[in-house]
């Protein structure tokens, strides 16, 4: 395969997954804010989502507020944010058209229709809730049947393992990302863990991942954060856990390197990342300090992007 092909496939799923990730994100803020009017005014939500989109820094240089309306338009519909779903949407899209003949029809028309209703009804965003949540549905779907078609039409080849590789690495960075907002900065200090904000909270970012029934299929307790964060970095049936995400991109690489011949430094470094993971556990992770422990994740999964693109897809 043609580096620049592999390329394509592999930015493609990222800005797929990107897109219902950033959907999510909002879906879950909206939950978060429509909190008891007591919690109102004791964090900003809106803050913590542009945080946790890793977009924060180039939104107050053109915004000075964090509120509903502006985030929402920025994340969603900007054409200032190059990480903004309509642009993630337009990138794709841009991206299969390069790589049409690699794709099958099922996931070209997913694409291809989604970018069509993009330009013809939400051109102008959304100007009610109801829109918005109806936007936000759009989005998730365009992902689901995206990914659903991927999965059931593609032969498992190199363009497959490509596509996996990008959609797996995306997803392990924004299940890092979210839950590194929700310990370092989402819960207010005068707020004690446990209390009824911080159950709120944590609802909200197990929905925004589609963790919520599994973590009480999996507990069958309460909510307790350092249950969630197990769920969520090493609970490898979750498939938005880090464990996971790692599991797939270690087998993704590994039929790459068998169909090439050859294994190199992104296979090593991929390994490295799923043995650090099967071989923690919560306690010593609490010990080291959740926040550097997955801002040291952050920092290896974009390394490993790095590795990835020197050694494939240039």
């Not at 944590?202 to 909510?223: D, G, M, Q």
Request: aromatic share 10%; net charge negative; glycine share 4%.
């Amino acid at each position: 395969m043609l580096s620049r092909t592999a390329e394509n496939l592999y930015w493609l799923a990222r800005y797929v997954e990107r897109a219902e990730y950033l959907a999510r994100t909002i879906d879950a803020t909206l939950r978060v804010t429509a909190l008891p009017a007591a919690y109102i005014g004791k964090t900003n939500e809106w803050d913590s989502a542009l945080l946790t989109a890793g977009v924060a820094e180039s939104f107050y240089q053109t915004h000075e507020e964090a509120n509903e309306h502006n985030v929402v338009d920025y994340l969603s519909f900007s054409a200032d944010n190059p990480s903004s779903i309509r642009n993630c949407i337009e990138a794709a899209r841009l991206n299969s058209r390069s790589v049409r003949t690699a794709l099958t029809s099922e996931m070209w028309d997913t694409i291809n229709s989604a970018w069509i209703e993009l330009q013809a009804v939400w051109s102008k965003g959304t100007s009610t809730r109801e829109d918005l949540a109806k936007f936000l549905r759009f989005v998730q779907e365009t992902s689901l049947r995206f990914d659903g078609s991927a999965y059931r039409t593609m032969l498992r080849n190199d363009a497959y393992w490509f596509s996996r590789l990008g959609l797996h690495l995306e997803r392990a960075d924004n299940t890092a990302r979210i839950l590194d907002v929700k310990y370092h900065v989402l819960l207010p200090e005068e707020e004690h863990v446990g209390g009824p904000l911080d159950f709120y909270q944590w609802s909200s970012i197990l929905r925004s991942v589609s963790a919520l029934t599994a973590y009480h299929w999996v507990y069958r307790e309460t909510l307790k954060p350092w249950l969630v964060a197990d769920l969520l970095i090493l609970n490898g049936t979750l498939p938005r856990s880090l464990a996971s995400c790692y599991d797939n991109l270690v087998r993704n690489l590994d039929q790459i390197g068998v169909d090439y011949g050859r294994q190199g430094p992104a296979q090593r470094h991929a390994r490295g990342i799923r043995n650090r993971l099967e071989h923690s556990n919560m306690n010593d992770i609490f010990q080291h300090g959740v926040h550097e422990f997955i801002q040291e994740f952050i920092t290896d999964n974009s390394r490993l992007g790095e590795i990835i693109t020197k050694q494939y897809l240039i």
